[in-house]
């Protein structure tokens, strides 16, 4: 089994930055993929990032230019740079990590979940 627990988030101002952070922990060499995913009230879990183990990313179009997802491998931690933040960012933005390749985070299929930390933007 593997536990993932976020932190990083909080109240920010519009055109602010924000740091995540996923420390993994228990059976971490089965990890491949990870990636933040975030859901917003009334709206559908989206997937925002993805990292491979071997550090192939991807990210939505939405977040494109303003994100940056990385991963340290020796310290078990997943990490989103969230820069030029805007309102429509706010959500609670959960970590994911799958044992299989990004294809599988971008079909919303991950094999650990994190509880997740709200991250809220506002003027």
């Known amino acids: 089994q593997v536990q993932l627990e976020e932190s990083g988030g909080g109240l920010v101002q519009i055109g602010g930055s924000l740091r995540l952070s996923c420390e993994a922990s228990?059976?971490?060499?089965?990890?491949?993929?990870m990636g933040w995913y975030r859901q917003a009230p009334r709206s559908q879990r989206e997937l925002v990032a993805g990292?491979?183990?071997?550090?192939?990313?991807m990210y939505a179009d939405s977040v494109l230019g303003r994100f940056t997802i990385s991963r340290d491998n020796a310290k078990n931690t997943l990490y989103l740079q969230m820069n030029s933040l805007k309102p429509e960012d706010t959500a609670v933005y959960f970590c994911?990590?799958?044992?299989?390749?990004?294809?599988?985070?971008?079909?919303?299929?991950?094999?650990?979940w994190g509880q997740g930390t709200q991250v809220t933007v506002s003027s």
């Open positions: 994911a990590a799958d044992k299989g390749t990004l294809v599988r985070l971008t079909r919303n299929e991950f094999d650990y």
């Open positions: 228990g059976d971490t060499f089965s990890i491949n993929a």
């Open positions: 990292i491979s183990s071997s550090g192939k990313t």
